[in-house]
């Protein structure tokens, strides 16, 4: 199996390294409750804000062309879903396309939408390459997710490579037997691949189930390696939470 590890930065060392998952969480809230507070138009304080992310991943050791490849995807989308406030957003009309006018508020509301957005998924995707996904789980269990969703969570990532690997032996198995001619066969072949895949998906469940019971399963994955809260990490979100603050409160004044 070959798979894109998202967490492969997670021993790269550096201070955020040494901090509890749970601190790594509060890190994405504090950045994105920041951006969200910031109004249009803070050019500056948007800066300070992404150069901070900037640093950040600086300090995770994460490669900045890395960090801008994994930042790219959600961003378009984001600049994607916010185009059609350029043209909706009430103003002065800087350009026309047809009946279409691009006005001033809509091109600061946009502009506004993606600095926030850039602020917010650039903290998720520190926290993503940095923290290792049961870690990540762990992280949420502690800051009080029901126990029902880090659960599934959890389940969810230790089986999905699982599932992509039977995936691709019944596409090898179809493939070996020139199952691939024709745009109606190719058809047939994958509802053929999604209902095994299904079938065997739903009796995998039943087992895993049945044996997780057997070995005292009582509705919440223990963990090997807790990673409490400490006080150094509290206090390294206290600070982060400072400079925020303080960009929010320049935007403010």
Known sequence: MGFHHLDRYADAGGPLARLAPAARVLGVV????????????????????????LLLAVLARVPLAVFAARAAAPLALLALASAAVLVLAPGEPLARLGPLALTDAGLQRFTAALGRGAA??????????????PEL?????ELRLPAAVTAALGLAYRYLYLLTDELERLRRAAASRNARRGS??????LVALAASAFTRSYARSERVHRAMLARGYTGALA????HPLERGSAL???????????IVAWARL
């Open 120 to 133: 917010a998924v650039g903290a998720g995707v520190l926290l993503v390459s940095t923290t290792r996904f």
């Open 30 to 53: 504090v950045i994105a409750l920041g951006a969200a507070l910031l109004p249009p138009g803070a050019w500056p304080q948007m800066t300070a804000l992404l150069l901070l992310v």
């Open 223 to 226: 963990s090997l390696r807790p």
């Open 137 to 141: 789980v762990e992280a949420l269990r």
């Open 236 to 246: 390294a979100v206290a600070g982060l939470a400072g400079v925020v603050a303080g």
């Open 184 to 189: 109606a066969p190719r058809r047939r072949l």
